[in-house]
């Protein structure tokens, strides 16, 4: 008869990622529960479920929903700006740059939605992410006048910060355009009116990420 294992032979436990590594992992299934879900329909026991964690081992590492909510969308920005180093390192023309970064999202029509749904909800003062949508909508300004898109060169009729809110909000309703209708090419019309808008380029601003550093899931 076979004798059963040593304990030392058995099948070990799983070994459990340190704090840091356990936390991206959270974050990173935060991501997709709540690009998949919306924030308002994603459930703490979903994302514990696709960290594989139970909900009380989530709840070690999180306080709640809105907690998670933050560190979802600061890890989304980070692998935003992380994408346009990227994409800026390659020479690609400075108004092609934000259009290749948003490709991926305007490819998934519910995570469109979703994201332009938490968008409205955060002009709420109230709520959770409130302060993030109005911090990043600066920092973007920022990335946007001080980096290598067209958007940094100032003419007679604009300044590049009136450029940078105009493509902000241009982003954002072509967001709905493509929504009701996705024949339509909406990053090519975005590429044309940075094209356009933001006037010739010149070696001095040549490409080497958004904003100098750099915006899916």
Avoid: C
């Amino acid at each position: 008869m076979t004798s059963r294992p040593r304990a030392a032979e058995r099948t070990p436990r799983r070994v459990h990622a340190s704090t840091p590594e356990r936390r991206r992992q959270i974050v990173k299934a935060a991501l997709a529960s709540f690009a998949e879900h919306g924030y308002e329909r994603a459930s703490l026991r979903d994302i514990a479920t696709r960290a594989d964690l139970t909900h009380a081992a989530l709840l070690r590492h999180f306080s709640g929903k809105d907690e998670l909510l933050l560190a979802a969308l600061a890890q989304r920005e980070a692998d935003e700006e992380e994408m346009a180093a990227r994409i800026g390192a390659s020479n690609m023309p400075a108004e092609k740059i934000l259009g290749v970064v948003l490709e991926d999202e305007f490819a998934d029509p519910d995570y469109q939605r979703n994201w332009m749904a938490l968008t409205v909800a955060a002009t709420n003062p109230a709520h959770p992410a409130h302060e993030f949508f109005v911090g990043r909508r600066e920092r973007m300004r920022g990335r946007f006048t001080s980096g290598p898109l067209p958007l940094a060169r100032e003419t007679g009729e604009t300044t590049a910060d009136e450029k940078a809110t105009l493509v902000l909000a241009m982003v954002d309703g072509l967001r709905i355009q493509w929504l009701l209708d996705p024949s339509r090419d909406a990053l090519s019309l975005l590429e044309l009116f940075m094209k356009l808008f933001g006037g010739p380029a010149d070696e001095e601003h040549a490409p080497e990420g958004v904003g100098g550093s750099a915006m899916r899931r």
